[in-house]
């Protein structure tokens, strides 16, 4: 498989980092995708499944792209939210030194590519999501105040994750990329488990009781914890995305996709090929 990279040869010690993340790239169709049509009637299915062979081809590393080091599990450095205003829920949380598994299962249900803009809907589900990292937590849910830190265990049961991605078409070296801009979920489950340590500052039967509370409770938990947990797939799934489109040609998951200046005309095109 050939990869390319673009620009002059200068020396390698001080422009190698640059050219080795942004200009490198596959210039040859790779075998864990597989190409579709738009304008077949079967393309959703097509999309559907070549995404899934995408996801699959995550677990073991896509050759060439060392910018992802690990899919799962998969590491973020820190997390901030402030969630609701209202009696029943007003949050502060913020995660760090942050540990997701489970996407290495993802199950595609479908991939939606829509012609107008090519912006994506992409549902799918994972059996279970284990998330852990150190909190510090601030605010309250329902009648309790909560103001700790420490250690958060969180244990999602088939979720369902919807997906809606926003992209702009930009060129390089002949081919159309995916400049993947914008990434918004929502997801429903069937079950969470939880733990957070310290909650109370060491008072241990007061911390047991809440986490018994909110395993009880598990819907009203994950209400209150909703924007946090979309907010940590939104991250993964834009770093990732981001990543491989910039490096994986359009043309190889839609064979009929139209060049940037035949979707957005020749002004806007080269504002995009500037920007990508």
């Known amino acids: 498989?050939?990869?390319?990279?673009?620009?002059?040869?200068?020396?390698?010690?001080?422009f190698g980092s640059l050219a080795h993340s942004d200009d490198r790239f596959l210039t040859d169709p790779p075998d864990y995708i597989k190409p579709c049509k738009i304008a077949d009637k079967n393309f959703v299915k097509c999309s559907t499944d070549s995404i899934q062979q995408l996801f699959d081809k995550l677990n073991?590393?896509?050759p060439g792209l060392d910018s992802i080091k690990s899919f799962d599990p998969f590491h973020l450095n820190r997390i901030?939210?402030?969630?609701?205003?209202?009696?029943?829920?007003?949050?502060?949380?913020?995660?760090?030194?942050?540990?997701?598994?489970?996407?290495?299962?993802?199950?595609?249900?479908?991939?939606?590519?829509?012609?107008k803009d090519y912006s994506w809907k992409t549902t799918f589900m994972l059996?279970?999501?284990?998330?852990?990292?150190?909190?510090?937590?601030?605010g309250r849910i329902l009648l309790i105040p909560l103001n700790g830190r420490g250690q958060v265990f969180l244990d999602a049961d088939n979720m369902t994750v919807v997906m809606h991605t926003k992209t702009h078409l930009y060129e390089k070296g002949g081919f159309t990329f995916y400049n993947v801009t914008n990434t918004r979920v929502n997801f429903t489950l069937e079950g969470l488990k939880s733990y957070f340590s310290n909650l109370f500052n060491g008072q241990k039967q007061l911390e047991d009781s809440t986490n018994k509370f909110f395993n009880d409770n598990w819907r009203m938990l994950t209400d209150a914890l909703y924007t946090v947990i979309t907010q940590t797939i939104e991250d993964i799934l834009l770093d990732v995305l981001k990543k491989i489109f910039h490096y994986i040609p359009a043309n190889f998951f839609v064979t009929d996709i139209p060049t940037p200046e035949q979707l957005y005309g020749k002004t806007k095109e080269k504002i995009l090929k500037k920007f990508p």
């Open 80 to 115: 901030k939210i402030t969630q609701g205003n209202s009696q029943a829920i007003n949050l502060k949380v913020e995660l760090a030194n942050v540990k997701i598994n489970g996407f290495g299962h993802t199950n595609v249900l479908e991939s939606v590519v829509f012609p």
């Open 127 to 138: 059996p279970v999501m284990k998330l852990q990292g150190d909190y510090s937590l601030l």
């Open 60 to 62: 073991t590393g896509i």
């Open 1 to 14: 498989m050939e990869i390319l990279l673009r620009g002059v040869a200068l020396p390698l010690i001080f």
